[in-house]
């Protein structure tokens, strides 16, 4: 294995006469680690530690018609049996704290369960052995319900509902929509007049992050009313508001300590651990700690979500993709976690690396009975690179090109419009691909060699086009069996006015069939064009907006995320 | 039975941080009576280096000797508040609230050097080896350490600073999608060479040659972790990993590491790596974040491959033997495509 630093490339752009930044500095941790001194949050071994075990549905979806602990609370070494009806605020969902989307999650449920393992009881006993022989002795009485594993599928007209929060099978976006667009210019039309039309479907799997340490959290009393928790967090602040709103507890009665971690790969801020020990802590009085076993981390701690990709290009017989059209399906399993997250950030990643005229996806975040999904390294990202680029190589295919060459000759550059209109800047994709297919020795022509992302971009690529939009997938539609196409508007780049642009439409040849702004429809899309922008941070708000309601501590009361 | 050679490449960027931002971290700075500095942040180590990125942004931003700063993280009650180490936010979020830190903390620093040396604060310059000195002038001299202690013991000013980076939130139109995602984008391409035998449909990545712009190299050993790791993340999610292999089917999960496939020793194909840094704008000292994004161009750059060697198209991760077995036979053989 060699790594080499291209220092030659981009050097204009660079200060390379610095002290200590770029320096490969021996970790300020190392000696810990490897002598095996590092404390982890399962190193603190409280004197009188209980431990947590949780009883977990055996079925996919079920209605619990009673749970009797009697037997289970009787077991020696038992102190004490949780159910739904001792945490404090049993309903929540991960992304409250940024004011997105409906409470959908008990920490411990009590009407139904929606996917297997799903928890119904946590007992808390002397020693972990005793702890499961109890969660073998609560007695829950189910009743199967139907279940719907593809996400496709869920959002049929009849699928059993998952999530009685979201009783469509998929999450509500703007309070008006059942999936995230995005519409740039026409991709109907650049389709028609395409030279190939090339289509395909990918398909990523569930998968586990896989730490080496798992999820797990000690809970133990303080003194003045306090608790502590040592917890494996990859968001200390994240978990912290987490507990205190199941707990209702004011969230300086709580003290987390964390920050060393054994992987986490984005499996590690779901922030279940925390509240369920320290909800044992504070009933028992004494110290709990509740980590999952290798199994729970593998099927009941949440995963990669599986996702489906279906794309459509227009591709010119030169190479030039012309068109892309994306539709997403997130399987984001029983409740919403951070999968609603995902899919605008997804949005925003589109089409990839590349600039195409038009481009429009359609994405869902769909509830289905399996575990829920979380984050993992590349979230809302990996899947979809995933179905670009093999899909970019199947285009190369078709039409006989060079796959490096087709992605150079596609690729973005300084100055380009993206579909969520904003210019790119600081790219570099042009130049990754020569020097890796140069390492390689895979030959690439001449052109593609000369080509930078630097040169040739903006101009006529920096244009916002006149875009179609529509109103198709309206909360309740796909459900109700009404999924056909409906009525398309196009909004142009506003000439003039307060909200000009400085572009001008890429595609200007068929002005005719694009609605003048006078003539706007009744309805109005919810935002008008905006002139472009770089890719950087929009300014702060001037004031601050109306809080949000509630009295949970929250990151954001922006009123404006509410309404994504 | 033959092997088949194939060569398969991909492509991405990937975005920094938070996506439409609202995340901010913050990071608190001050030396102690001799000029030792601590750094106060609750960012999660995950071993991917946090503790160690931040503290040679500090070092730089404050000139002082790396040895002369810690990290000490995450204690709800004394680190101020960071929103989490995910979304490849570290280096950039965090380290971005570190050097706003760390400016203050240094330039206290260098109002006490100046009344000591009776000079202009202006005029000093630090080595980044615990000297601070007037500029064009080594000779006229004083420590890091004895600035420090004279701010605190002579002049009652603490040496502190504090820090904090927020990308303000960004709205998201409904109907176009409009939006501010996030500020800078790391980029990578890859080559994946593989042989695929026609008759167990067994992959095995033979090479890789991969090129990954990460803004700066804050430290390069810390980013070869990453690369080299994520690599080997990569291609165990292109070839072995799902916890249901049956998807959408639930049976079937594995419970363990014995059950759970993953890449042996013996599965770890060369990969040799370079660097390129076109430095983030809004990045401390240009840095993006390497971590998720090194993970994603092998899945498909496998993927390619495979098809490049027998033809074989698959679309659903991971390319098992058996999905490539069943590609093989309704394609009725190996169909290898042109040598690259």
Sequence with gaps: MTVEFRKDLFADERDDDLVEVGKPTRRQDILGHVTGRSPFYDDHLFEGLLHMRCVRSPHHHARIRSIDTSQAERMPGVARVLTGADVPNNLNTLLGLMDFGRDDEPLLSTRKVAYRGEPVAAVIADSEARANDAVAEVRVSWEELPCVFDVEEALAPGAPVVNDTYPNNSFDYHDTY????????????????????????????PIEQAPIETNGAIAAPETNGRFVCYTSTQALFFSLATASKLLDLPSNRLHFIGGTVGGGFGGKVDSIVEPMALLGCMLTGRPVRFAWDRAEEMQVGAPRGAERWYLTDGVMNDGRIVARRFTGYFDAGAYTRLSSYAIIKATGHLPGPYTIPNVSSDILCVFTNRTPATAMRGFGITGVDFAIESHMDVVAHEIGMDPVELRILNAYRDGDMKPHRRTAKNCALIECAQVAAQKAGWTIGDAFNAMASTREGGGERAAIPPTVTDRDGRIGERRAGRTGRGERRTIAPTPGQDTATSGTPARSGDAANYAHPAAAPPWQPGAVPQPPRTEEAPPAPQAPRTPAPGRYSRFATNAGLRRR | MTVHRGRGFAAINYPIGMNLGGDPSQALVHSGPDGKFAIALSSIDLGQGMKSVTRQIAAETLGVPVEDVYVDTADSDTGPHCMGSFASRGTHRVGNAVIVAAK?????????????????????????????????????????????????????????GRGIFLIPLSEVDPETGEMTPVSCYAHAALVADVTVDDETGEVTVEQVNSAYEVGRAINPRLVEQQLVGGAWMGLSHALFETTEPRYPDRSHGPVDFSQYTMPGPGDI??????????????????????????????????????????????????????????????????RPGPRR
Aim: net charge negative.
């Design chain 2, 269 to 334: 194909a060369r990969h040799d790596i370079a660097i390129l840094e076109r430095p983030a704008p809004d990045g401390p000292f240009g840095g993006k974040g390497p971590g998720e994004m090194c993970a994603n161009p092998i899945m498909p750059a496998i993927a390619n491959a495979v098809f490049n060697a027998v033809g074989v198209r698959v679309t659903a991760l991971p390319i098992t033997p058996e999905k490539v077995l069943r590609g093989l036979k309704a394609n009725g053989g190996a």
């Design chain 1, 178 to 205: 059942d999936h995230q667009k995005l519409r740039f210019g026409d991709v109907e039309s650049a389709l028609a007049s395409a030279d190939r039309v090339i289509e395909g479907c990918y398909e990523m799997s």
């Design chain 2, 104 to 160: 203050e903390a240094r330039a206290i620093m260098l109002e006490a050097a100046a009344e000591e040396l009776e000079v202009n604060a202006d005029d000093l310059e630090t080595d980044g080896r615990g000297n601070i000195h007037v500029r064009g002038a080594p000779g006229r001299s004083i420590t890091t350490g004895d600035a420090c202690q004279a701010a605190q013991f002579r002049h009652g000013k603490t040496v502190a």
